[in-house]
């Protein structure tokens, strides 16, 4: 027996009971893919019948429809895939790169894959070119030190000064990287991710895609291996109650009243739900739910899937520039891979920021769904001729992963609280940098070694 092999049995033995982890979203998964690797029981608990919380997939009409478009960003950088390499199975995902990526003007211009593209984007004019540049430059090459104190900053603050054209330029890249708008990005957020697209930094600017089809596939190969390290993912199971005793926690309550011991509870869906939620009155003082309830910044989207008899690009990605498009975002999901849609038909996914209160009216989203298809037929003549069906989703509240200038970052939800022992956090509402899905998966990197330092105690 190895040494790894030895700690994982040491770690086996000395836990009573096994960790209990809320939620199997790509956060919770993640944390339990490290903490199984390391010897240590878990226990899943998710109140859905499926893995993958805001990123689970579902077929309709023999295409896998992602709930939202999501993405892979840094690709093999990603902290989703530094934990899979980690634990050694990240051969297990196959991943589609996704790289043919445009503006829509009244024409298609390329998206700048790297700062040296600046130069070359036919859609800015040569002038704002050279301006963009002494911007993002600085940016790219800043340490992540120095991009902390630009958290409180909005990134309006620099994008105001700029043309038209240069401003959309920002939209895009703030719809691609935190489906959100500029103004609600800290400038600080939007330099860490410039930061890790710069390859003489080690970085990338290139995202993937489960090869497979359905972004939920990541969470489906970390649960596979939790369950084959002895460790369980419960399925339609919902947390009444974390049990918390003398400011230690001993259990949790199941929703049809049955208890599980434990002396660790990490919690993976946003913090400002769960000490709303799952908590008696007293665990946390009105200060800390308080500064716990800033956090609950939410954004709402329209999206669209559209099937179709025949592609219309070859292209992945397509950012309509200007004001006057209602459609912020054209993705081919075929074009990215062909196993989310039957043989002979494509899919692709049509997504608008809205206000909430348009989320929840039938008309206005029946207007916005007119709105894209004509902007589709303009861009795409063969559009209406090809279009098989349609299917709208509206999402009142998508948890934002930057939340707004001065709550990124370290001012975030941090991952263990002084309140109560054995209780942590992760997630995208928890301490973290990133785009999406990665800032869940930095989250649970960041939260393990506490987790670990707690489990070794016992």
Same mark, same amino acid.
């Given at each position: @027996? ?55 997939? @579902? ?27 980690? +634990? ?84 895009? +890249? ?47 190969? @970390? ?71 800033? %956090? ?29 498009? +209602? ?19 494509? %899919? ?52 934002? +992963?930057?939340?707004?200038?001065? %709550? ?14 054995? %209780? ?5 509402? /928890? ?5 999406? /899905? ?21």
């Amino acid at each position: @027996m190895n040494s790894k092999d030895y700690t994982k049995e040491i770690s086996k033995k000395s836990l009573k009971n096994p960790v209990v982890i809320i939620g199997a979203g790509v956060g919770g998964l993640s944390t339990a893919t490290l903490l199984v690797n390391d010897g240590f029981p878990v226990s899943i608990y998710e109140k859905s019948e499926h893995v993958g919380g805001r990123t689970a997939s @579902m077929k309709f009409r023999n295409h896998i429809l992602d709930n939202g478009f999501h993405i892979m960003p840094f690709y093999k950088k990603s902290a989703i895939y530094e934990i899979l390499k980690d +634990v050694k199975i990240e051969n297990r995902l196959k991943l589609a790169i996704v790289d043919k990526i445009a503006f829509y003007d009244n024409g298609f211009h390329t998206y700048p894959k790297g700062i040296g593209d600046i130069l070359k984007m036919s859609l800015i004019p040569f002038k704002s070119r050279i301006s963009l540049l002494k911007i993002l430059l600085p940016m790219a090459f800043t340490s992540m030190e120095k991009a902390e104190e630009l958290d409180s900053v909005p990134l309006t603050q620099v994008t105001s000064k700029l043309d038209f054209h240069s401003k959309q330029f920002f939209d895009a +890249v703030c719809m691609l990287a935190f489906a959100d708008s500029p103004e609600h990005i800290s400038l600080g957020e939007f330099a860490r991710t410039i930061i890790r697209a710069n390859p003489f930094k080690g970085g990338t600017s290139e995202f993937a895609y489960p090869d497979m089809g359905g972004y939920d596939r990541i969470s489906e190969v @970390m649960a596979n291996y939790v369950e084959e390290q002895d460790s369980k993912v419960n399925l339609g199971h919902s947390i009444k109650k974390v049990i918390v005793q003398n400011k230690k926690v001993t259990g949790i309550e199941l929703s049809d009243g049955k208890t599980v011991e434990t002396d660790c509870v990490i919690i993976s869906y946003p913090a400002y739900h769960a000490i709303n939620q799952l908590f008696e009155p007293g665990v946390f003082d009105d200060d800390f739910i308080k500064k716990t309830n800033r %956090l609950n910044k939410t954004t709402s989207v329209v999206e669209v899937h559209f099937a179709l008899s025949k592609a219309l690009d070859d292209r992945q990605v397509v950012f309509p520039v200007g004001d006057n498009y +209602v459609s912020k975002g054209i993705f081919f999901i075929s074009n990215i891979t062909p196993s989310v849609s039957p043989e002979g038909e494509h %899919l692709i996914i049509v997504g608008t920021p809205v206000k909430p209160e348009e989320t929840e009216d039938p008309q206005r989203i029946k207007d916005i769904v007119s709105k894209m298809k004509q902007e589709l037929s303009e861009i795409y003549p063969d559009f209406d001729e090809a279009l098989l069906w349609d299917r709208p989703m509206a999402w009142k509240l998508v948890e934002a +992963v930057v939340k707004e200038p001065g %709550l990124v970052w370290k001012h975030k939800m941090p991952h263990s609280v002084p309140h109560v022992d054995g %209780l942590f956090f992760v997630g995208d509402s /928890t301490v973290s940098y990133g785009i999406g /899905t990665d800032s869940a998966a930095h989250s649970a990197v960041l939260a393990h070694p506490l987790i670990k330092k707690h489990l070794s105690s016992f």
